[in-house]
């Protein structure tokens, strides 16, 4: 039974120590680490923003954009002040982010990128509640909408203004119940309108409270997140890591996969069970390309000597197998 709302457990997450790498995440080809005090911070410093902003609890927050560092800070920030996150897949159709814009009742949109600013623009005029944007990757944005925000401005003013109250995002996260609203996740459509999901923060809690106990995951493990915010697995490894405190390495995308496996060494990966069947896939498809080990694992599926068939299954398959995944995934 869940004790008390995920909001609860990032307040507490800040009191970690300061050695701890909380976010880990690649800008200008170099891994940059933020503890747990500095993703406390951010998530102040949004919360604030957000406050000045004019959200009050209640108020849903809309955010269209991939996995990414700012996804993290701003779910904490806005579920911390007692608003709703309204996640929308990036790959998302102008007329699709439209509908759950004006279904949820969003009033602040995030987005991505220009890309997806150049959506919101197609549909702003039909879209009158949504009163504000944050754009994300601002550096070569250009931008010409109003009441368009961007993200490093938005930051640092938030932070100061953090500075003028600085209890508020404290007692903010205090205040949040177990029956409060925090997210609406809504279906794909592909059977009609999508639906929103109301999640609480009693869902969210017994949720990660079930996974903890589940699976031996700690403090010293390591994730690497690449699944969308917006399907609720993603969320819920979020939210797992704020409840037990492990490392969330952020990919770079499904095409960096590969590479990012091996440069953060995750200890633990959660996934689709499409992922696992690529990676199923190509492990058969590089024996099936070699006779020999073909050959191996053909006589060995005839029952050869068990302690030569974990010894040659290691060497072969599994060991290399271990290596492209970074080399200390535990499951």
């Given at each position: 039974?869940?004790?008390?709302?995920?909001?609860?457990?990032?307040?507490?997450?800040?009191?970690?120590?300061?050695?701890?790498?909380?976010?880990?995440?690649?800008?200008?080809?170099?891994?940059?680490?933020?503890?747990?005090?500095?993703?406390?911070?951010?998530?102040?410093?949004?919360?604030?923003?957000?406050?000045?902003?004019?959200?009050?609890?209640?108020?849903?927050?809309?955010?269209?954009?991939?996995?990414?560092?700012?996804?993290?800070?701003?779910?904490?920030?806005?579920?911390?002040?007692?608003?709703?996150?309204?996640?929308?897949?990036?790959?998302?159709?102008?007329?699709?982010?439209?509908?759950?814009?004006a279904h949820s009742g969003a009033r602040l949109l995030i987005v991505e990128d220009q890309t997806q600013l150049r959506k919101w623009e197609s549909i702003s005029k039909r879209?009158?509640?949504?009163?504000?944007?944050?754009?994300?990757?601002?550096?070569?944005?250009?931008?010409?909408?109003?009441?368009?925000?961007?993200?490093?401005?938005?930051?640092?003013?938030?932070?100061?203004?953090?500075?003028?109250?600085?209890?508020?995002?404290?007692?903010?996260?205090?205040?949040?119940?177990?029956?409060?609203?925090?997210?609406?996740?809504?279906?794909?459509?592909?059977?009609?309108?999508?639906?929103?999901?109301?999640?609480?923060?009693?869902?969210?809690?017994?949720?990660?409270?079930?996974?903890?106990?589940?699976?031996?995951?700690?403090?010293?493990?390591?994730?690497?997140?690449?699944?969308?915010?917006?399907?609720?697995?993603?969320?819920?490894?979020?939210?797992?890591?704020?409840?037990?405190?492990?490392?969330?390495?952020?990919?770079?995308?499904?095409?960096?996969?590969?590479?990012?496996?091996?440069?953060?060494?995750?200890?633990?990966?959660?996934?689709?069970?499409?992922?696992?069947?690529?990676?199923?896939?190509?492990?058969?498809?590089?024996?099936?390309?070699?006779?020999?080990?073909?050959?191996?694992?053909?006589?060995?599926?005839?029952?050869?000597?068990?302690?030569?068939?974990?010894?040659?299954?290691?060497?072969?398959?599994?060991?290399?197998?271990r290596d492209s995944m970074g080399g200390r995934l535990r499951f």
């Amino acid at each position: 039974m869940a004790k008390k709302p995920i909001t609860h457990h990032f307040l507490t997450a800040a009191e970690r120590p300061s050695d701890l790498v909380a976010l880990r995440f690649r800008r200008h080809k170099s891994w940059l680490e933020l503890s747990w005090q500095e993703y406390y911070r951010r998530a102040e410093a949004v919360a604030v923003g957000l406050d000045s902003l004019g959200i009050q609890p209640g108020d849903r927050v809309a955010i269209l954009a991939n996995t990414c560092w700012e996804w993290a800070v701003l779910d904490f920030a806005i579920m911390g002040i007692g608003a709703v996150t309204v996640p929308i897949y990036q790959s998302s159709r102008a007329e699709e982010v439209e509908y759950i814009l004006a279904h949820s009742g969003a009033r602040l949109l995030i987005v991505e990128d220009q890309t997806q600013l150049r959506k919101w623009e197609s549909i702003s005029k039909r879209c009158r509640g949504v009163e504000k944007i944050i754009v994300l990757q601002s550096k070569d944005t250009d931008i010409k909408t109003p009441h368009v925000l961007l993200w490093d401005e938005f930051l640092d003013f938030g932070a100061t203004a953090a500075v003028k109250k600085p209890e508020f995002y404290k007692q903010r996260l205090r205040k949040s119940r177990l029956d409060d609203l925090a997210t609406v996740v809504y279906t794909s459509g592909t059977t009609g309108a999508p639906k929103g999901v109301r999640i609480t923060h009693k869902q969210i809690t017994a949720e990660v409270e079930a996974i903890a106990k589940a699976f031996p995951i700690s403090t010293q493990d390591s994730t690497l997140s690449f699944l969308p915010y917006a399907h609720v697995l993603g969320r819920v490894e979020l939210w797992l890591h704020a409840y037990v405190g492990f490392t969330l390495n952020i990919a770079e995308g499904a095409d960096r996969l590969r590479q990012n496996l091996r440069d953060t060494r995750p200890t633990a990966m959660i996934a689709v069970p499409r992922i696992f069947e690529k990676i199923f896939s190509g492990v058969m498809t590089e024996i099936e390309g070699r006779p020999l080990r073909r050959g191996v694992f053909q006589w060995l599926s005839r029952g050869g000597l068990r302690g030569a068939k974990n010894l040659v299954l290691d060497k072969l398959v599994f060991a290399k197998l271990r290596d492209s995944m970074g080399g200390r995934l535990r499951f």
